[in-house]
C-alpha cells in the first residue's frame, strides 16, 4: 500500500509523511513490491476480506500487518476508531523491531495520541528506527533537537540528522536542510547551499520547499531576482494547500508583483492560508477588510483577524488593531484628532502648520516615504511622557503627498525636548516585520519651543551586494535620512503657506550610528 499513515506539522512548518507498509526509502522497488505482496491482500483495502485478512496476519505476527491495523484503528478504516487499539498494534510491531512500528509507536508518544504524551520515549523509539535507516525517523530526531524536545536543544545535532535523512532523499529533511542554510542555524549561513536543498525537494513535490524557493527567487536571496519563478513556485505549492505560499501569492496580487495587481484575487488567497492560522494572512486579511480592498470594508472582521494575527505575537496586527480600535472609539465619540497627532496629552491646534504659542510645544515635519517593494513602514517615537507612537505609511494608505512616491509628510506638535525613534517595522514583499538591531543606536532629535523643526526624509533602503538582497542579519535594513531636503520642503511649505520661515529650523539627523558595519 504506497500510501500514506499519518502527516504532521512540526515547528518549522513542514509536514512529514510515514508509511506504514514499505521497507527503508533507499530499498529497491522490487523488495518493495515484495513486501507490500507479502502483507496485504489483493483485494480492496476497505473489503471486509481485505479487513480480515489484515487482521488475520497481524494474530499471526506479520509485523507489516501489525503496522498497518494499527493504522486503520487509529483512523477508523474499515474499523471503529480505537486509539487503545492503535498503540497495543503499533508496540506489538515494535516489539518485533519493525522500523515503522517504532516510528508510528513514536508519533504516538511525541503527539499524546492514545497515550500519555512522552518526549523522551518518542525519541527513543525514533533512534530505534533510525538504527535501521528509517528516513521519516531521522529527520523527526533533527525536529526534536530542533525544538528541545525530549532532548536539550542543539541545533548542531538537529543539521546532522537532516543531512542523514537528506542523504536518503527525505524531502522534509531536505527543505529543513535548505532553511538552516538559508537562516544559518548550525552551519554557516550559505544561500548557493540553501537553493540547492530546495530545489531538491521541491523537485519532489514537496509544498514547504517549493514556497521557500519561492520566496529565494521574490526577494532575490542568493540569486537573481525572479518573480516569474516565484510565481510558479508558490502556485505549486498552493495548489497543495501551503499557507505559506497562499499568503504570498497574495502579497503578489495585492501589490501586483510579478502579476496584474488585483485586490480581490489576494483577498481570497489571504483566506485560505489565514483559514490554516498563518499569522501573516491573518493580519494580511485584517488590513483589507480595514481598508476595503477587494473586499467590502469591513472593521468587525479587520478587529477579528488582527486579534487572530495578535494572539500569535504578530507586531503588526498588534500596530494596526491598536490604531483601529482609536479610529473606531474617535468615532464613536465624534473626536477630530488626526492618526498623526503626537500625543493626546497635548492638543492640537486648529491648523498643523500653526506654531504653538506660549505652550512650551515646538513643531516636529519629517517625511516617510516608501520604494516600490515595501508594503508599509513603521516607526515608533518615544515622546517625553514616556508614552510610545507608532507613525505608519503604507503603500495601500491612497494618495501620497509626493509625486511618484508612496508617502506623507508628518507635522506634530511636541513638547520641547528630546526624542528618538528606536525601532522601526517594515514588510517587503512577503517578508516578515523587522526591528531596529541592538547594538545600533536610535536616531534622537530635539524640539524647541515657538518653533518649527524640520527632521528629515526617512526612506527605507535594503542594501545590496553581489549574492543578492542582504537578508536574515543585522544589517538587512536601514532608515537612511536624505540630506537633501528641497523635495520636503516645497510641499511643507505648499500646505502651509503661512509659516514663517525664520522659525524652520533644518536639522538633517546624523545618521552615522545607522549605517552598515564596514566589512573587513
Given at each position: 500500500?504506497?500510501?500514506?499513515c499519518?502527516?504532521?506539522?512540526?515547528?518549522?512548518?513542514?509536514?512529514?509523511?510515514a508509511?506504514c507498509?514499505?521497507?527503508?526509502?533507499?530499498?529497491?522497488?522490487?523488495?518493495?513490491?515484495q513486501?507490500?505482496?507479502?502483507?496485504?491482500?489483493?483485494?480492496?483495502?476497505?473489503?471486509?476480506?481485505?479487513?480480515?485478512?489484515?487482521k488475520?496476519?497481524?494474530l499471526?505476527?506479520?509485523?507489516?500487518?501489525?503496522?498497518?491495523?494499527?493504522?486503520?484503528?487509529?483512523?477508523?478504516?474499515?474499523?471503529?476508531?480505537?486509539?487503545?487499539q492503535?498503540?497495543?498494534?503499533?508496540?506489538?510491531?515494535?516489539?518485533?523491531?519493525?522500523?515503522?512500528g517504532?516510528?508510528?509507536?513514536?508519533?504516538?508518544?511525541?503527539?499524546?495520541?492514545?497515550?500519555?504524551?512522552?518526549?523522551?520515549?518518542?525519541?527513543?523509539?525514533?533512534?530505534?528506527?533510525?538504527?535501521?535507516?528509517?528516513?521519516?525517523?531521522?529527520?523527526?530526531?533533527?525536529?526534536?533537537?530542533?525544538r528541545?524536545?525530549?532532548?536539550?536543544?542543539?541545533?548542531?545535532?538537529?543539521?546532522t540528522?537532516?543531512?542523514k535523512?537528506?542523504?536518503?532523499?527525505n524531502?522534509?529533511?531536505?527543505?529543513?536542510?535548505?532553511e538552516?542554510?538559508?537562516a544559518?542555524?548550525?552551519?554557516?549561513?550559505?544561500?548557493?547551499?540553501?537553493?540547492?536543498?530546495?530545489?531538491?525537494?521541491?523537485?519532489?513535490?514537496?509544498?514547504?520547499?517549493?514556497?521557500?524557493?519561492?520566496?529565494?527567487?521574490?526577494?532575490?536571496?542568493?540569486?537573481?531576482?525572479?518573480?516569474?519563478?516565484?510565481?510558479?513556485?508558490?502556485l505549486?505549492?498552493?495548489?497543495?494547500?501551503n499557507?505559506?505560499?497562499?499568503?504570498?501569492?497574495?502579497?503578489?496580487?495585492?501589490?501586483?508583483?510579478g502579476?496584474?495587481?488585483?485586490?480581490?484575487?489576494?483577498?481570497?488567497?489571504?483566506?485560505?492560508?489565514?483559514?490554516?492560522?498563518?499569522v501573516?494572512?491573518?493580519?494580511?486579511?485584517?488590513?483589507?477588510?480595514?481598508?476595503?480592498?477587494?473586499?467590502?470594508?469591513?472593521?468587525?472582521q479587520?478587529?477579528?483577524?488582527y486579534?487572530?494575527?495578535?494572539?500569535?505575537?504578530?507586531?503588526?496586527?498588534?500596530?494596526?488593531l491598536?490604531?483601529?480600535?482609536?479610529?473606531?472609539?474617535?468615532?464613536?465619540?465624534?473626536?477630530?484628532?488626526?492618526?498623526?497627532?503626537?500625543?493626546?496629552?497635548?492638543?492640537?491646534?486648529?491648523?498643523?502648520c500653526?506654531?504653538?504659542?506660549?505652550?512650551?510645544?515646538?513643531?516636529a515635519?519629517?517625511?516617510?516615504?516608501?520604494?516600490?517593494?515595501?508594503?508599509?513602514f513603521?516607526?515608533?517615537?518615544?515622546?517625553a511622557?514616556?508614552?510610545?507612537?507608532?507613525?505608519?505609511?503604507?503603500?495601500?494608505?491612497?494618495?501620497?503627498?509626493f509625486?511618484?512616491?508612496?508617502?506623507?509628510?508628518?507635522?506634530?506638535?511636541?513638547?520641547?525636548?528630546?526624542y528618538?525613534?528606536?525601532?522601526?517595522?517594515?514588510?517587503?514583499?512577503?517578508?516578515?516585520?523587522?526591528?531596529?538591531?541592538?547594538?545600533?543606536?536610535?536616531?534622537?532629535?530635539?524640539?524647541?519651543?515657538?518653533?518649527?523643526?524640520?527632521?528629515?526624509?526617512f526612506?527605507?533602503?535594503v542594501?545590496?551586494?553581489?549574492?543578492?538582497?542582504?537578508?536574515?542579519?543585522?544589517?538587512?535594513?536601514?532608515?537612511?535620512?536624505?540630506?537633501?531636503?528641497?523635495?520636503?520642503?516645497?510641499?511643507?511649505?505648499?500646505?502651509?503657506?503661512?509659516?514663517?520661515?525664520?522659525?524652520?529650523?533644518?536639522?538633517?539627523?546624523?545618521?552615522?550610528?545607522?549605517?552598515?558595519?564596514?566589512?573587513?
Amino acid at each position: 500500500m504506497n500510501k500514506a499513515c499519518r502527516h504532521y506539522k512540526s515547528a518549522l512548518a513542514i509536514l512529514v509523511f510515514a508509511f506504514c507498509l514499505r521497507v527503508q526509502l533507499s530499498a529497491p522497488s522490487n523488495l518493495m513490491a515484495q513486501a507490500l505482496t507479502n502483507s496485504v491482500p489483493q483485494q480492496s483495502p476497505d473489503s471486509p476480506a481485505a479487513i480480515a485478512a489484515v487482521k488475520s496476519k497481524a494474530l499471526e505476527g506479520d509485523a507489516n500487518a501489525q503496522c498497518r491495523l494499527g493504522l486503520m484503528y487509529e483512523h477508523g478504516v474499515g474499523v471503529p476508531r480505537d486509539l487503545a487499539q492503535a498503540v497495543a498494534w503499533y508496540k506489538r510491531a515494535a516489539a518485533q523491531g519493525n522500523a515503522n512500528g517504532e516510528y508510528d509507536l513514536g508519533l504516538m508518544y511525541q503527539y499524546g495520541t492514545g497515550v500519555q504524551q512522552d518526549y523522551a520515549q518518542a525519541i527513543t523509539l525514533y533512534r530505534q528506527a533510525a538504527e535501521q535507516g528509517h528516513a521519516e525517523a531521522e529527520n523527526n530526531i533533527a525536529v526534536m533537537y530542533r525544538r528541545g524536545l525530549g532532548v536539550q536543544q542543539d541545533n548542531a545535532q538537529a543539521f546532522t540528522w537532516y543531512q542523514k535523512a537528506a542523504a536518503q532523499g527525505n524531502a522534509p529533511a531536505e527543505s529543513n536542510l535548505g532553511e538552516m542554510y538559508q537562516a544559518g542555524i548550525g552551519i554557516q549561513k550559505d544561500y548557493a547551499q540553501a537553493i540547492a536543498w530546495y530545489q531538491k525537494a521541491a523537485a519532489s513535490g514537496y509544498p514547504q520547499a517549493q514556497a521557500d524557493l519561492g520566496w529565494m527567487y521574490q526577494s532575490g536571496t542568493g540569486t537573481q531576482v525572479d518573480d516569474v519563478k516565484a510565481l510558479a513556485l508558490y502556485l505549486k505549492a498552493a495548489v497543495l494547500g501551503n499557507a505559506t505560499a497562499e499568503n504570498n501569492l497574495g502579497t503578489m496580487y495585492q501589490n501586483g508583483i510579478g502579476v496584474q495587481q488585483n485586490y480581490a484575487q489576494a483577498v481570497a488567497w489571504y483566506q485560505k492560508a489565514a483559514v490554516q492560522g498563518n499569522v501573516n494572512a491573518e493580519s494580511n486579511l485584517g488590513w483589507m477588510y480595514q481598508n476595503g480592498l477587494g473586499i467590502q470594508k469591513d472593521d468587525a472582521q479587520a478587529v477579528a483577524w488582527y486579534q487572530k494575527a495578535v494572539a500569535q505575537g504578530s507586531s503588526f496586527a498588534t500596530k494596526n488593531l491598536d490604531a483601529l480600535n482609536q479610529q473606531i472609539a474617535s468615532a464613536g465619540s465624534n473626536a477630530t484628532t488626526s492618526t498623526t497627532a503626537a500625543d493626546s496629552g497635548h492638543a492640537r491646534s486648529e491648523n498643523d502648520c500653526d506654531l504653538p504659542k506660549d505652550s512650551g510645544d515646538g513643531l516636529a515635519v519629517f517625511s516617510s516615504t516608501l520604494p516600490p517593494d515595501f508594503l508599509w513602514f513603521n516607526y515608533t517615537l518615544h515622546l517625553a511622557s514616556g508614552k510610545k507612537k507608532g507613525i505608519a505609511v503604507g503603500q495601500s494608505q491612497g494618495a501620497s503627498d509626493f509625486t511618484d512616491a508612496y508617502g506623507r509628510l508628518f507635522i506634530l506638535r511636541l513638547p520641547a525636548g528630546d526624542y528618538e525613534f528606536p525601532t522601526w517595522q517594515y514588510q517587503l514583499n512577503g517578508s516578515l516585520d523587522t526591528t531596529r538591531p541592538l547594538h545600533i543606536h536610535p536616531l534622537t532629535f530635539g524640539i524647541q519651543s515657538g518653533r518649527a523643526t524640520y527632521i528629515g526624509a526617512f526612506d527605507p533602503v535594503v542594501f545590496q551586494h553581489k549574492g543578492g538582497w542582504i537578508r536574515q542579519s543585522a544589517d538587512r535594513a536601514w532608515v537612511l535620512v536624505h540630506d537633501d531636503h528641497s523635495r520636503d520642503l516645497a510641499v511643507l511649505f505648499s500646505k502651509c503657506p503661512g509659516l514663517d520661515r525664520n522659525l524652520l529650523d533644518v536639522k538633517v539627523m546624523d545618521t552615522t550610528p545607522w549605517l552598515p558595519p564596514q566589512k573587513k
